[in-house]
Structure formats: structure tokens, C-alpha cells
């Protein structure tokens, strides 16, 4: 691995968009180098195999029976089964799959400020904001290529399957894809300032928990007894990125084609992001190595 990571290093010279390629490049060795990559992809594999296995099965006798689907029409318990795996699978890449990209990230960022390894980037005449933006876009991209497999696999199976291709579905792409990039602006931050992979996850487990107790807002409100309470309740569902309420205007938008508020998660969520990043490049400049 030391020696990827000394190419990779090396050839951070010329132009920004040369550096931010090279310091890609660098992550995904390093990832390659760590078993990450082929640990998502082989989990994301095996769950493409189970559904291949599934799918061999007479859909409405085996596979539609196995998850307690009731119907006397064969193409209405069909779709009960496409719609059903759809569920499954984009909760499962926007739930496990982004708490296991965390985690799989996690380690990248502090390895990068081991004393000798980060004495010689900066050594490089690369801006120090260049070198996180580069880590960042690196695990970005690997999630992004491990997450197009899985849905993208999933979905083209069972659309050859059953002949029932689902468009929404592929929603589930870009909004596991920018969860996860919200919440690894925590992980930049907590591993710039501590450079503790374990504490990062943890604090990113602890906001992903918080914004499911924060969304009951309306029924907290209510049982709240004091005017400051409520108020900082509601200042605190409007801070933490809307991880729950993204996943359920998903959840309703793939199953059941409903229109809803997307714009109020994405954008509140993206202020958080770009403030916390903000944070972890203004720290990363300031910080005496």
C-alpha cells in the first residue's frame, strides 16, 4: 500500500483538476489496499445473488408467498413482489448500506493526517483545501459506483423478470448518494479536529438517531410543556440533516408514486452540509502539522 500511496502523492503537481484526479486516484487505492472496495461490492453482490436465487422461483407460488402476499391475480401479486423488493432494497442501501459506507470511510480520512504521510502532501504545492475536497470526493465517488451497481443490477433483474421497469425506483441512486455525502461532511469534520475514525461514526450514528427523534416534532411539540422547549426543538429539526424525512418522502415517492415535499429535506440537509464542510477546510488550513 505504501507503494500506491507514493505514486499517488507524486503526482500531485499541476493543474487543480490533475491534483483532485490524483488525490481520487489515491483513495481508491488506498480503499482497494483496505479490502473497503471489495467489501461493499461483495456485500452488494451477495444481496444480488440472493435476489437471482429468489427470482428462480415461481414468483407467485415461492418468492411472492415467501413475503406474505395474498392475491387470487397473478400480475397484482407481481407487483405486490416488485414493489415489496423495491422497499427492501432502497431502505436497505439508504439505511445499512449508508452506515456501512460511513463506516467503511471512516478510517480514509485520518490516514491521510499520520505524521509522516501528511508532512510530505503538504510538502506538495497543493491548497490544503484541494487535499480534503480530494479525500471527499474520492469516497463520494466509490459509494456513488457501489450504489449504482446494487440498485441498477437489482432493478434490471427484476425488470427482466417480471416485465415491470419502475423508473421511480432509480430515485433511490442519488438520494442514498447524497445522504451519505451530508453525513460524511461530519466524518471530514470530527476526523479533521480529533482524527479518531471510531469517534467520527459514532457521531454520525448519534445525528442519524437524533433526526429520527427530531422528525416527531409535531407530536413532541404538543406534549412539551414550556414555550423555550418547543422552540428549541424545532430550531434543533431544522439543523440536523433530515435523514428520516428524506427516507420517507423516498419510501412513499418509489412504492406508492406519491408527490412530495423533496425540496425542504434537500435543502436544509445541504446548508448543513456545506456549513460543516466549510468548518472542516477552515480547520484543516489552520491546524500546525
Known amino acids: 500500500m505504501s507503494g500506491d500511496n507514493t505514486s499517488g502523492q507524486t503526482a500531485l503537481t499541476g493543474s487543480p483538476l490533475n491534483v483532485l484526479g490524483a488525490l481520487i486516484s489515491d483513495t481508491f487505492q488506498e480503499a482497494?489496499?483496505?479490502?473497503?472496495?471489495?467489501?461493499?461490492?461483495?456485500?452488494?453482490?451477495?444481496?444480488?445473488?440472493?435476489?437471482?436465487f429468489a427470482l428462480k422461483i415461481d414468483l407467485v407460488e415461492g418468492a411472492v408467498s415467501i413475503m406474505g402476499i395474498e392475491s387470487t391475480s397473478r400480475a397484482v401479486a407481481i407487483r405486490s413482489f416488485v414493489l415489496r423488493s423495491y422497499s427492501f432494497i432502497s431502505m436497505f442501501?439508504?439505511?445499512?448500506?449508508?452506515?456501512?459506507?460511513?463506516?467503511?470511510?471512516?478510517?480514509?480520512?485520518p490516514s491521510v493526517l499520520e505524521p509522516g504521510r501528511i508532512a510530505l502532501l503538504l510538502s506538495k504545492p497543493v491548497p490544503r483545501a484541494v487535499l480534503i475536497l480530494g479525500r471527499y470526493a474520492g469516497n463520494v465517488l466509490l459509494?456513488?459506483?457501489?450504489?449504482i451497481y446494487l440498485v441498477g443490477a437489482i432493478w434490471i433483474i427484476i425488470g427482466l423478470k417480471t416485465h415491470?421497469?419502475?423508473?421511480?425506483?432509480?430515485?433511490?441512486?442519488?438520494?442514498?448518494?447524497?445522504?451519505?455525502?451530508?453525513?460524511?461532511?461530519?466524518?471530514?469534520l470530527i476526523g479533521v479536529v480529533t482524527e479518531s475514525a471510531?469517534?467520527?461514526?459514532?457521531?454520525?450514528?448519534?445525528?442519524?438517531?437524533?433526526?429520527?427523534i427530531l422528525a416527531q416534532r409535531q407530536l413532541v411539540v404538543r406534549?412539551?410543556?414550556?414555550?423555550?422547549?418547543r422552540q428549541l426543538w424545532?430550531?434543533?429539526?431544522?439543523?440536523?440533516?433530515?435523514?428520516?424525512?428524506?427516507?420517507?418522502?423516498?419510501?412513499?415517492?418509489?412504492?406508492?408514486?406519491r408527490d412530495l415535499d423533496w425540496i425542504t429535506p434537500l435543502w436544509t440537509s445541504a446548508v448543513f452540509a456545506v456549513v460543516v464542510l466549510s468548518g472542516a477546510l477552515y480547520v484543516f488550513a489552520k491546524r500546525d502539522f
Open 32 to 52: 482497494r489496499a483496505r479490502w473497503l472496495f471489495r467489501g461493499l461490492f461483495g456485500l452488494s453482490t451477495l444481496l444480488i445473488l440472493i435476489f437471482l
Open 93 to 109: 442501501t439508504y439505511i445499512w448500506g449508508t452506515l456501512l459506507a460511513i463506516f467503511a470511510s471512516s478510517g480514509l480520512l
Open 143 to 147: 459509494v456513488a459506483l457501489n450504489h
Open 164 to 188: 415491470m421497469w419502475e423508473p421511480r425506483f432509480l430515485l433511490a441512486i442519488p438520494a442514498c448518494l447524497f445522504i451519505f455525502g451530508v453525513l460524511l461532511c461530519v466524518v471530514t
Open 198 to 212: 471510531a469517534l467520527s461514526v459514532m457521531v454520525t450514528v448519534a445525528m442519524i438517531v437524533m433526526s429520527a
Open 223 to 229: 406534549l412539551l410543556s414550556s414555550e423555550w422547549s
Open 234 to 257: 424545532r430550531a434543533l429539526y431544522w439543523i440536523v440533516p433530515k435523514f428520516y424525512d428524506l427516507a420517507t418522502v423516498m419510501m412513499q415517492t418509489i412504492v406508492f408514486d
